[in-house]
């Protein structure tokens, strides 16, 4: 195993706090962020489990324009609902105290970040301080959503599976399993920690002492436990629903995952990997050190790359905006294909336990996102942010410029950080839209007694329902003359045929020319589809159109 000095246990652990506690000064800007994306659906179901908590998704809810059970709208298992509902129960499903509850999470998966990268790595604070610098994490934590608090149980068992190893305390396994379960119960893909631990913990300790006991097959079992507790959640959902719920995300890749689509995501998760990391793209300036085949190769993507999106993402831009676009893009493949390489370089430089833990741990990911998951987006690559990290510095500490190296990576923190902010500050901005416009546009409709109906949903859908609109059924249309629909240009669902008249549109802008879920620029950190970026700089400004129409007399014309 690797060999890295460690720092006393409490020293470790005030190194460890300070980073965690620069990580929650950077998320307390957003503490009040309006909900977002599918927050509405894992607060739904919280709210269902304060009436119900033995019946979680025994209930219908209308979030793909029909009335369904929330077993086929929610493809999520329902820990992190129970935890939100702690939260409702106590203070209310409002967004500080929901976002205090996930800022809690956050700032517990950076105290693990350090305390793992202590034992990994020779810069610990640069590896950490990089990893939760990076836009996949900070914007991700700004949310309602699982992927920070799935991402704090997967860190806490490799913690303890790591240390109960180092101590030869396999006991410490049996926390280790009912970490890994609660992360399998927070998010699916945490089922990927029982092969990651059990190769892991086979390959460090088969020639251990407590291996030859017999203790080490007794305690290894403990690393089963969420596949026992995947399989019990299944069994339920099944008696309840008539499915195996666990295998419903699995269907919705299959509907989604074309050929072609598989096909085009051999290049597509490689610029989106560059911009979700970030911090690697300032190491490009010290590539004029690497090999030759390395440089020629950085090259070339970024040569192709700029070309590709020149010609393929069409824009109303000027040719000098354009080329900055054009340039950006390029940047993030190169940086992408930087750290896939160094990724590579850092798995066949050392052969041991730790480097095959972080490099199953990276690769896993990236292949389950590309090839796996129904599209590849900044939540779902958030588990590789750190094990990638960790195997760059790695990677860095046994250069002949180590030091040179290890300096741009610190001085790659700080801009990474302001990058990050400023995607998180587009993407609160683009929260508020939805919230702004309910309170302004819609909230006089149902004061003044009308029923008002919307398509479409996220947050969207949070701030109407709790206005008191109701989501429009596909299979039917509101017929009563004088009803108000409410709808919205992006993620609108469907529009009935009925006969109505526009009686209000608002454009949203922002001061800030960047997006983060504009699908004509290619620019969408909650789905990225065909070669584009979790965030895109753009010279037009609107966020979001919004409509107001009013149903007329079935006669109307």
Not at 51 to 63: D, G, H, I, K, V
Not at 227 to 253: C, I, K, N, R
Not at 386 to 410: D, G, M, N, Y
């Amino acid at each position: 195993m690797t060999t890295v000095k460690q720092a006393s246990p409490w020293g470790s652990a005030v190194r460890g706090l300070a980073a965690a506690l620069v990580a929650a000064c950077l998320l307390l800007p957003f503490i009040n962020k309006p909900f977002h994306i599918d927050d509405t659906v894992f607060l739904r179901v919280a709210q269902r489990i304060l009436e119900y908590p033995l019946a979680p998704y025994e209930f219908s809810y209308s979030w793909n324009a029909t009335h369904q059970s929330i077993w086929k709208q929610s493809l999520h298992p329902p820990l992190h609902s129970y935890l939100l509902a702690i939260v409702g129960m106590t203070t209310g499903f409002g967004e500080i105290p929901v976002h205090l509850w996930g800022l809690c999470f956050a700032f517990g998966a950076v105290f693990l970040m350090y305390r793992l990268a202590a034992r990994f790595c020779q810069f610990p604070m640069t590896a950490t301080l990089a990893s939760l610098a990076a836009p996949a994490f900070l914007v991700s934590a700004t949310t309602a959503m699982a992927d920070v608090p799935m991402f704090f149980f997967w860190l806490l068992a490799v913690y303890v599976t790591v240390h109960a190893g180092d101590e030869a305390r396999p006991t410490r396994l049996w926390v280790a399993g009912l970490a890994a379960s609660a992360a399998v119960m927070t998010k699916y893909f945490g089922i990927a920690l029982v092969p990651l631990l059990v190769v892991y913990w086979k390959v460090s300790h088969r020639r251990a002492r407590f291996n030859r006991s017999g203790r080490f097959n007794l305690h290894a079992m403990a690393l089963w436990l969420p596949v026992v507790t995947l399989s019990l959640w299944g069994v339920y959902s099944f008696v309840q629903f008539g499915e195996f719920h666990p295998l419903a995300a699995a269907d919705m890749a299959a509907t989604y995952k074309s050929p072609l689509m598989i096909l085009g995501n051999l290049w597509s998760p490689v610029p989106y990997l560059g911009a979700a990391i970030l911090w690697p793209c300032w190491l490009l300036v010290k590539t004029g050190s690497l090999p030759r085949l390395w440089r020629a190769l950085l090259a070339n993507t970024a040569v192709a790359a700029g070309l590709l999106y020149w010609i393929s993402f069409s824009s109303n831009a000027g040719p000098l905006i354009r080329m900055v676009e054009s340039s950006l893009y390029a940047a993030m493949a190169a940086t992408g294909v930087l750290v896939l390489v160094l990724c590579i370089e850092s798995c066949s430089g050392r052969r041991d336990a730790d480097t095959l833990l972080l490099g199953l741990w990276t690769f896993g990911t990236l292949f389950f996102a590309a090839f796996v998951n129904w599209t590849f987006n900044a939540r779902v690559i958030l588990p590789l942010i750190f094990p990638a990290t960790l195997l760059i510095v790695r990677w860095i500490e046994v250069q002949p410029e180590s030091q040179s190296w290890a300096k741009w990576s610190r001085l790659a923190v700080a801009p990474t950080a302001v990058v990050a902010l400023l995607v998180g500050a587009a993407d609160y901005q683009y929260a508020s839209a939805m919230k702004e416009f309910v309170d302004a546009r819609v909230q006089g409709h149902i004061d003044a007694g009308r029923n008002v109906y919307f398509t479409g949903h996220w947050g969207f859908q949070w701030y109407l329902e709790e206005a008191g609109a109701v989501a429009l059924d596909a299979r039917r249309a509101p017929a009563a003359e004088g009803d108000i629909l409410v709808q919205k240009s992006g993620n609108d669902n469907f529009f009935p045929e009925a006969p109505y008249e526009v009686i209000r549109e608002d454009l949203w802008f922002t001061p800030i020319c960047l997006h983060t879920n504009k699908n004509s620029i290619h620019g969408d950190f909650y789905a990225g589809w065909g070669g584009s970026l979790p965030f895109a700089f753009n010279h037009d400004c609107m966020l979001e159109r919004f409509r107001v129409f009013r149903v007329l007399s079935p006669d109307a014309k």
